[in-house]
């Protein structure tokens, strides 16, 4: 996830944005660059890779006297890890970062190409710092500008703007992207979280959705849509370790939080009004596609298998879906009317990569879903959609198979839409149910609350079941997944039509079995298969919409009206049983033993 870093004051600058920059590698990035001005002279750098490579190019330059500076960590969304690519963006007197997407940039840029102004890179983010420039050659006044373009902009952002026409100001704004300010007498500092001004700054304004400002002389002027506003600033946290963590005691709780979040950016500009759009998708993609084989390894294994209930279901293409290291192996018949889609968090994954390679050699077409860019599965694919999560610490997953199954819901509407198997009617409800996913996602307390209460009375017994049908099948493997992976407590996820050809035998008062019971899915063909357990005493927590009797321990959801809102929901709350069970044993959380967070050896 993309890094933003500002200062304005006498200090010397670059190591005030290098170091604040470093101390957000842990979030990811594949480029960096900044941009200082001083003495009414702009300096800018940029590096593709690691940091040091920018601290390499920068090692001549020194600031001195007042200046303003800006810096900027990269992930790319739109457009290759390229030094044009980097940030800050460049006008013809101004320099731009920025955080976030901004939906409407293909239509802005368009305009300002009409009107002869070039553009160096293929992102989003260029446009700001056009369209400032733009509007200050017609008005001749900075601020004016900057408030013109800010009103231009849909999606969401944290961007901060310097420009030598007004040099002793930096511009902010922020909307949808996190963004805050931190204060230490005449010098201010911007950055996207509490990291980089730790140990600089004393206090700190977290900025709202909504506001943006400039700062000048030492003062913040902050705005929103009724006008000028005060603010509070507050004491800023010492610790650094906990800041990383924004407060969560571990990366993966962070990142369940997170995941209402990630997910508008993984819908951004890819979830319109009344249709699915891929930008990096070529429309010939399905052209002479007659099925589709996915194959993937352990998490993204079930959001591939939750995805082939989707595309078989809605876009009436036959979908098939393999374990990459068994698909190896089987030596399998492929033939080129298949696309063949890998889904990886890492994008590193040897079985998965060794996977693509073969069926390359067959012929076949390839796109993967992925959330690292330029992985090695990206780099081997034809196509690529990526899944825009950012960095995930916790090897246990839960934003990247949220990311990845949403990616292949909305796949699954653009095949459809190109295929004509569902109706604009079908299509818009899909899509209104879509945009209600980061609801779905949010973490409500006293649910969290109640998980935490729950978990102590599952810390032992002779194994867990997590059962679903249809696409709550694929949760189940998922949610019995995260709970081995942290606990190291055996537990299976099973269809629940088939606990009866077996499981079953194991039903007792020690079985504790996680039901995942939706109601717009086969609610009472799945409420049968609890009863039957039920019946032979075997201990059942129950999560549904419909209050369930007969269970020991019951989990009320709120959506009922969308297999994906109930699924999405379903998924957090065994994401938080798992790691409430596993903080209560006392584990690692985040690195659960015997495990790597990229499995790079078959
Ligand atoms: C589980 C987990 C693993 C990975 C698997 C594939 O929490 O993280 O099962 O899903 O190793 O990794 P990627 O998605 O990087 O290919």
Known sequence: MCGIVGYIGKSEKKEILLDGLQELEYRGY?????AIIENKQLKNFKAVGKLQNLREKTKDYTSQGFGVAIGHTRWATHGKPTELNAHPHMGAYSFVVHNGIIE??????????????EFLSQTDTETIVHLFEKNYNINNNSWKSFQQTIERLEGAYATLLITEAQADTIFFAKNGSPMLIGFDGEDIYFASSDTPIIGRAKEVYYLEDGEFGYVKDGEVKLFDANGIKTFTKQPLPTDKALAQKDGYRFFMEKEIYEQTQVMNDTMMGRVLDDRIYFEELDEKLFENIDSIKICACGTSYHSA????YLLERMAKIPCQVEIASEFRYKEPLLNDKTLFITI???GETADTLEALKMAKRAGLKSLSICNVDNSSIVRESDSAILTRAGIEKGVASTKAFATQTMVLWMLTLYVAQAKKTITQDTLNRELEAMRHTPKAL??????????????KRYLHGHGFFFIGRDLFFPLALEGALKLKEISYLHAEGYPAGEMKHGPIALADAELFTVALMPKTIHYDKIKS???ELCARDATV??????????????????????????FFEMMVITQLLALEISIRLGN???????LAKSVTVE
């Open 30 to 34: 594949d480029s960096a660059g900044i």
């Open 305 to 308: 298998l939750a995805g082939s």
């Open 529 to 531: 298969n609890v009863e």
């Open 344 to 346: 990886s968090q890492s």
């Open 588 to 594: 690692d959380v985040d690195m659960p033993k015997n």
């Open 541 to 566: 927590l129950a999560i549904s919409p419909d209050y369930f009797e007969l269970s020991d321990d019951f989990i009320q959801t709120k959506y009922d009206t969308h297999p994906m809102l109930e």
């Open 104 to 117: 409407n940039y293909q239509e802005l840029k368009e305009e300002l190409q009409a009107e002869g102004i």
């Open 442 to 455: 949010l973490v409500d307390d006293k649910l969290h609350s109640k998980l935490t209460r729950l978990s």
